[in-house]
């Protein structure tokens, strides 16, 4: 329990997510089984305890501490978790050599119910030190909260087995994942390179996902890109002389979360890029799946045939469970573009355009109200396709291109799948206020907010915030940024600083949509610098107005 | 409460946002300029310059002299820990408060009646200073910058091991500490001996006149050098690798932290306990190292007083002004001007 407790401490302070990897690593590296797994398990999620509640440690606690001490406490903590840990009266048992083994913890705590949890808790909460104990209400209440997901645990495993020469690529251990069960010896066993891959069926578990690269990286050079020289007319000439048209298909990017959709042998999953099963919370969808075969595609919100706009999705995905009334206003749909199961065949070997053929005829029998295909869209040319990327209808987030011949592999393959982005909007923004960046940038003023003019209600001009950006520009600018936000601080607020209203910045952002909780009435998404116009007077930057107009321009929506 | 000026029942009254003294007509550690004042400690938020007449122990005459200059005070006068004085109606004496070095308690004595002002203080043992001594009073002051029952903090020896195994972890790093330059940084420098770290221990420039004036002064210290000024070249940067680097707070979140090879940024206070706020400040490390009382010290330093009435000054008041009031023990708040928690712990 002390080796569990001291790396969730390391992790809660590393700084960037190579530093938490680094850690994981040599604590998977260190620790024996059964252990390890477990640790695996509690940062997978895969440990659920519901008989053990946050409203159940309040109570044992207040039994303990004067309620009124405990209530001064968590106000000024502002964490139950941690309020727990650090009140909980010290006995003189805690000797280190008494301290419970994490395996040990784990089998007591799968063994609570509600009557039996209290003294269970307590009596281990007693034989442990602080840092111990915020581990335990951590495991206990489920949530870890140190900044590691399931996917950088398991990309720390595939690192640590190669440091021990062997071949555990990330996408391998995701698709074993759903057949392994905790503490996960037999994962760690071929890991170390003690046995052989474990022998699971995959049949009804997460293939990973195949993902494109951008259509830019591969037409211009590092610099290029860095220099700002991506333009529409200069990627036609390039994909001319580099791509031939006739070797891919494409289709339009759908402003949805990807998932995979699994129904083999009355296993009905819903997983996400990331191998998520998110099933719980779309049951709709989940009911829809009457095939048997595995889809790859876009989760979207369609009312009445419209699809709705990517904040619906994204509430819906937010919701453990879905209620009535959610599942009745956002509705849950699958715009289909792969497959990758057919009955009990395997079609990820086959080429695209063989998969493509058998996908339209595959969705043609499924529930036709939840589930549809996306469009193939017919070009000739590059020019042609730019054309229709430009003038369609806005609401796409650009277009895919998919090789006919290539067969579907998990990761991010060169040369089989490019996604070609619309561009992205701009907006000439005044700096307002900077911040310090954190980890290798700490004493870097990285984080900018910055404005657009807008008339008051006095009828003067003043600037309103508009948004928040921490990239996009190069280390020589980012020091020369940060001298400039020394040099004209108005006033100091912690690790913000106001700066004169002079710097003006070209950001560029995905899109903008209404948002009436902010000054402005405008929320940007993704928005990035393009470009530091140390040349341009401040007066000059755009209106509200201005960026208004562009909601239009761009509404939030799939299809 | 109310305290009438004619006839106060203690020693000691609040007159205008600071302790005062009606019988000796002395104000103790008063943020504003006064005539006669005691000090308990060398914190700029208890010692201001420019007072008439000042008594403090000779340690804290020093360190304000260092910091302030020599005519940081009309008149000062040293008083050793355990000497009676009388001033006015009033006697006075000090005693150890465990802080930094020189830092006292006030013992205030007026017709038989005795109220003690805390000052800083920690219970815990601290090789650059004498420990506290608890003194039976009828009314104790005391700080309250750690009374909440969160915080209890660890043996220092613990957290110095943790330090010790962070920099065997990453020997190719620096380890910079962001420390208060008098009493933190001394104590540190003396806990990294205690606990037989051979390694090199570098100072940032701002923290080498306090840390040379405990030496004078007789403290202990093992082997440190100043950090080399002006530009570094690939060798000075490189000779930091593995090191611990000592430097005030604002240095470490400047530009002079770029200097350091790969640093390990570790704060060194009561309230690295909380980790979301440790982490918001920044630190990789965090060390639960306190110059303060934790909420264990505290409430048993009021039980060994047996005082009748604590007044509680900058901290947490209400959790401890209920807990005194669970003991039967009188208790209020004390508003002082100029004290939050602001203050490094």
Known sequence: MKRFADLL????????????????????????????????????????????????LRALVEARVDPVLFRYSYDYVGDLAETVALIWPSSSCCEPKD??????????????????????????????????????????????????????????????????????????????????????????????GAAPEPDVDLATSFRPMMLANAIDGALYGADELRADQIAAPETIVRLQQRLDPAEFAAEWKWDGVRVQAISVNG?????????????????????????????????????????????????????????????????????????????????????????????????????????????LIAFDSWAELATLRADATTDKEGVMLKRWDGVYVGG???????????????????????????GGRSSYFSDYTFGVWRRAADGTRELAPVGKAYSGFTDQELTRLDQWVRANTVERYGPVRAVKPALVVEVAFDSIQPSPRRKAGVAMRFPRFKRIRWDKPAQEADQIEQLKALIGARPEQGA | MTMSRAQPKYPLILERGALFCPAGGFYIDPLRVVDRAIVTHGHSDHCRPGHGKVLATAATLAIARARYGERAFGAAQALAYGERLKIGDATVMLAPAGH??????????????????????????????????????????????????????????????????????????????????????????????????????????????????????????????AAAAGKWDAAARDSLRGAIVLAPGSALSDKWARRLPDPVMCGASGWMTVRQRAKQSGVELPLII????????????????????????????????????????????????????????
């Not at chain 1, 063994?111 to 840092?131: G, Q, Y």
């Not at chain 1, 209620?323 to 715009?335: H, I, Q, V, Y």
Request: charged share 25%; net charge negative; proline share 7%.
């Open chain 1, 9 to 56: 401490t390391t992790l809660i302070f590393a700084p960037g997510r190579n530093e938490k990897l680094r850690r994981l690593q040599r604590y998977f590296a260190q620790t024996p089984d059964p252990d390890r797994g477990w640790a695996l398990a509690a940062f997978a999620g895969e440990i659920s305890l519901p008989s053990a509640t946050p409203a159940m």
């Open chain 1, 99 to 192: 301290a419970p083994r994490l395996r040990d913890v784990i089998d007591k705590l799968l063994t609570l119910s509600r009557t039996n949890a209290p003294p269970i808790l307590a009596d281990l909460l007693d034989h442990m030190p602080p840092d111990q104990r915020l581990a335990l209400v951590k495991l206990t209440t489920g949530g870890l909260r140190v900044g590691v997901s399931a996917r950088i645990a398991k990309t720390a495993l595939s690192e640590w087995a190669a440091s021990r020469a062997v071949n555990a690529p990330l996408e391998r251990i995701e698709e074993l994942w759903h057949g392994l069960e905790p503490p996960y010896e037999p994962l760690f066993a071929w890991l170390s």
């Open chain 1, 267 to 375: 296993v009905r999953r819903l997983f996400s890029r990331s191998g998520d099963d998110i099933a719980a919370a779309f049951p709709d969808l989940v009911d829809a799946l009457e095939f048997e075969g595995v889809l790859d595609g876009e989760l979207l919100v369609v009312r009445d045939g419209v699809v709705a706009p990517f904040a619906e999705v994204q509430k819906r995905l937010g919701r453990k469970k879905a209620g009535p009334k959610l599942l009745r206003e956002s509705p849950a749909f699958l715009r289909a573009y792969d497959l990758l199961r057919a009955g009990s065949h395997d079609m990820r070997g086959e080429p695209f355009r063989v998969r493509r053929e058998a996908l339209e005829m595959f969705v043609q029998g499924a529930d036709g109200g939840r589930i549809d295909v996306s469009p």
């Open chain 1, 412 to 438: 991010r393959p060169m040369g089989q799948w490019w996604k070609w982005k619309r561009d992205p909007l701009t907006a000439d923004c005044v700096l307002l206020y900077a911040q310090r960046g954190h």
């Open chain 2, 100 to 225: 930094v070095l020189g830092s006292a308690q006030v013992v205030v004595e007026v017709d038989g009646v005795r109220a003690v002002v805390s000052g800083d203080y920690k219970r815990t043992a601290d090789p650059t200073c004498q420990p506290f001594e608890a003194i039976r009073c009828d009314l104790f002051i005391t700080e309250a910058t750690f009374a909440i029952p969160v915080f209890r903090h660890p043996p220092v020896e613990d957290e110095i091991a943790r330090l010790l195994a962070s920099v065997q972890a990453f020997p190719e790093r620096a380890h910079a500490i962001s420390v208060y330059p008098l009493g933190k940084c001394q104590r540190l420098i003396a806990e990294l001996g205690r606990s037989g770290w051979g390694g090199p221990i570098v100072l940032h420039s701002g923290l080498v006149k306090l840390t040379e004036l405990y030496q004078q002064l007789g403290v202990t210290l093992p082997e440190w050098r």
């Open chain 2, 290 to 345: 306190s110059d303060h009382a934790d909420w264990d010290a505290i409430c048993a330093t009021i039980r060994e007083t047996e005082a009748e009435m604590v007044w509680i000054t900058h901290g947490a008041e209400e959790a401890l002004a209920h807990w005194c009031q669970t003991q039967g023990v009188q208790a209020a708040p004390l508003s002082i001007a100029g004290r939050s928690d602001a203050e490094p712990g």
